[in-house]
């Protein structure tokens, strides 16, 4: 392992003092020292991340036994983000669990060693080992699969090239594509998009698989509307306590959200309360339950609840928001909201969209505001 720079980066120094102000040249300066400092503490930098997954890739199969092979991928993941990760598949295993890089990375800029983090990644990946191996000309017959197929709802624009490869439908500035659940013990959420050979390998049209994935919502009762209160208890609950919401801290959670404490549900006049206007739609899998947004008579029973239009705030590809346009702020406002949180909150591959969508009940139609 080497502790140089790349060339390409000493090449990239250059061209900027050729090109920068004195002022900014004192600035650059300052940064550069800065980094150099990290090399006197003993900490290697490396300015790719590829080089980097590289290297720990070495490291790895420099731990690994004979018969385990150690491949380092390039994933392209929602909204064209690329994903390095390191899988560890051994002899006469179908599937293996991919490791991805990018917490590794950021613990070796702080100055951990590489062959710490290599160590890391054998342990998660022994500890992953147990995974069920099927093989995969069972697992992806088309009678195995077909109730699991889900349409799932993505950005278009951020997601040009995908669509050369998987079948979608255009919903305003989204797009629908198609993707089946790998029913395997012990994995959760472990699914595949639906591509144009899928198709070809199964003898259906694009037309057919609409209809299946639309019928397999319809007789799976799969979209849900959850006041956001409520939504957000469930997640304290799950997330911090492991209780569900019949368990005492409902009560606490409740009280912090304006209404009182019941063994049950909440009931329906208190999940309508005039501060409590916000509704999240998803799925019950929570697993890009955006798609919810597409159901109309899903919208329209809302709609009718509030006696409004709704605003649909796009919240992640996992779910949206329902608000009553007559007791909300503006759309533009919304929008500044929604631009704000997808650039600070939300991680790359799940972000929606920058637009605000409005369901209009009187024809039951949704379109994106300010067009």
Not at 62 to 72: C, F, H, M, N, S
Not at 134 to 144: D, K, Q, R, V
Request: charge should be negative; hydrophobic fraction near 40%.
């Amino acid at each position: 392992m080497t502790d140089a720079y790349s060339e390409s980066f000493l090449q990239i120094i250059r061209d900027l003092g050729n090109r920068v102000s004195s002022g900014c040249r004192y600035h650059l300066f300052e940064i550069l020292i800065k980094v150099l400092k990290g090399k006197e503490n003993g900490m290697v930098v490396y300015i790719s991340r590829k080089k980097f997954a590289e290297e720990l890739a070495d490291e790895v199969k420099r731990r690994t036994e004979a018969g385990t092979r150690v491949e380092l991928h390039s994933i392209t993941k929602n909204n064209g983000v690329e994903l390095l990760g390191i899988t560890m598949l051994k002899d006469g295993a179908y599937i293996a669990p991919t490791i991805y890089i990018g917490t590794f990375y950021e613990e070796y800029m702080k100055g951990r060693p590489i062959e710490e983090l290599a160590d890391q990644v054998c342990e998660i990946n022994r500890n992953r080992e147990d995974c069920p191996q099927i093989n995969p000309a069972e697992l992806f017959e088309f009678e195995t699969i077909r109730t699991t197929i889900r349409p799932r709802l993505i950005n278009y624009e951020m997601n040009r090239n995908l669509f050369e490869k998987v079948p979608c439908k255009r919903v305003l500035d989204l797009a629908v594509t198609f993707y089946y659940e790998l029913m395997i013990d012990g994995l959760s959420h472990a699914g595949a998009v639906v591509r144009f050979e899928d198709l070809e390998r199964w003898g259906i049209t694009e037309e057919q698989l609409f209809e299946i994935a639309e019928e397999n919502c319809r007789n799976y009762n799969e979209m849900e509307a959850e006041p956001i209160a409520e939504a957000m208890m469930r997640a304290v609950c799950e997330a911090e306590t492991g209780f569900d919401l019949s368990e005492p801290v409902k009560g606490a959670v409740g009280e912090a959200f304006g209404f009182a404490a019941n063994e049950g549900s909440c009931p329906e006049q208190e999940i309508f309360a005039e501060d409590l206007k916000l509704i999240v739609i998803t799925n019950k899998s929570r697993f890009f339950g955006a798609a919810a947004m597409l159901d109309k008579e899903l919208l329209r029973s809302v709609a009718a609840r509030f006696g409004s239009d709704l605003y649909i705030l796009p919240s992640s590809v996992h779910e949206v928001i329902a608000a009553p346009v007559s007791e909300t702020a503006s759309a533009g406002e919304l929008e500044q909201i929604v631009r704000e949180i997808n650039q600070t909150q939300v991680a790359p591959t799940e972000i929606l969209s920058n637009h605000v969508y409005m369901f209009v009940r009187s024809g039951k139609a949704l379109v994106l505001c300010g067009t």
